[in-house]
């Protein structure tokens, strides 16, 4: 089996294992667990921000940026195709109160300075006015899109002149940087949070990192036991995640794959896959008349797994797990599957 549904299916490695079972900790809630002390220093040192905090995931980290960047009532600026809009479930609405405004990022994924100013609205009798703009990057439901600091900084500076503050959905932000050589301080020099997986291609058991200003990470704190999630000797699942933090620079391995992967697919007939940028490859099986269920269901006859991303797209996520001499071994059998069907 050769498993490239996404980049959270990686499992823990020897060296996360032992660094689980020998972590120093303490109650979390208090404040006394060594370990995830560290790893949020840590974590906000590698973003560059002043202060971080643990959370059990990616959408917990994301639904707490905008509790607490932004009031009820507010609304929440977001590409159409956001994480936070299309899969956390309508959080904001639920969790915080908030309305979504969307505008279409396109192929570019990041809104235009003047997007920014066209979709904010000032706050006034009759309107709810903005609290907060949410970028993504890279751009899952995009392809994987690295988007450049000069376009995170414009759409970040253009909100901040509208006192609009920002925060950065960087499950996958590693990728974008080391797909762009960019250090991820500096990617985040303009956003005022920014929230990033320990659990996806770090490939950590458990867990994401929400980093932004010293008072920011306090408002935070509170809200994420308001949440639920306040967690006592979290050092346990915290430690492999400071392993993880080693991981970054092998994301190049995963990117590589991916394009290897994407070629492949590219050449059997019928099928269209773009390069990637990152580790996600968008499969377009439209040429071939299958729809994204019936291509994965032939997919995972033969054991490559993938997921539906549209009704003619899939896609597959290259991971920690996957290895050069897999995704070969995965074109093959899809050419196969597809050949003879
Ligand atoms: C996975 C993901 C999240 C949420 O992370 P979870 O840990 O799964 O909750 C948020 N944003 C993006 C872009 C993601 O890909």
């Not at 060296?15 to 949020?40: C, I, S």
């Not at 492999?240 to 933090?245: E, K, N, R, S």
């Not at 019936?294 to 899939?314: I, K, N, P, S």
Request: aromatic share 4%; proline share 4%.
């Amino acid at each position: 089996m050769i498993d490239l549904r996404s980049d959270t299916v990686t499992l823990p490695s020897d060296e996360m294992r032992v660094a689980a079972r020998d972590a120093d900790v303490g109650d979390d809630v208090y404040g006394d667990d060594p370990t995830v002390n560290e790893l949020e220093a840590r974590a906000a040192e590698v973003v560059g921000m002043e202060d971080a905090l643990y959370v059990p995931s990616g959408t917990m980290g994301n639904q707490i940026a905008a509790r607490v960047h932004a009031d009820p009532g507010q609304e929440a600026l977001v590409d159409a195709k956001a994480h936070v809009y299309k899969w956390e479930v309508g959080g904001f609405a639920q969790l915080s109160g908030l309305q979504v405004r969307a505008f279409d990022g396109g192929d570019r994924a990041v809104p235009t300075p003047k997007q920014v100013r066209d979709h904010a609205r000032e706050e006034s009798l009759h309107v709810a006015g903005t609290g907060v703009l949410c970028l993504e990057n890279t751009h899952n439901a995009r392809g994987g899109v690295a988007i450049p600091k000069a376009d995170i900084d414009a759409a970040a500076e253009a909100a901040h002149e509208l006192d609009i503050p920002v925060h950065l959905d960087g499950a996958r932000v590693f990728n974008a940087c080391v797909a762009l050589d960019e250090d991820p301080a500096a990617m985040t020099e303009h956003v005022d949070s920014v929230m990033f997986c320990l659990s996806k291609g770090l490939g950590a058991p458990v867990g994401s990192i929400l980093a932004g200003s010293e008072a920011f990470i306090e408002q935070a704190t509170r809200v994420r036991k308001q949440f639920g999630g306040g967690m006592r000797q979290a050092g346990i699942i915290a430690a492999p995640g400071l392993v993880a933090l080693d991981n970054i620079d092998r994301l190049a391995d995963d990117h590589e794959n991916a394009r290897v992967l994407a070629d492949g697919l590219d050449a059997i007939e019928g099928l269209s896959v773009p390069t990637p940028d990152t580790n996600i490859v968008v499969v377009d099986s439209e040429g071939a008349g299958l729809t994204a269920q019936e291509f994965v269901g032939l997919c995972d006859d033969v054991g490559v797994l993938g997921g539906t991303f549209g009704e003619y797209h899939t896609r597959f996520t290259t991971n920690l797990n996957v290895s050069g001499a897999d995704v070969e071994e995965a074109v093959e059998l899809v050419a196969e599957a597809v050949e003879s069907n």
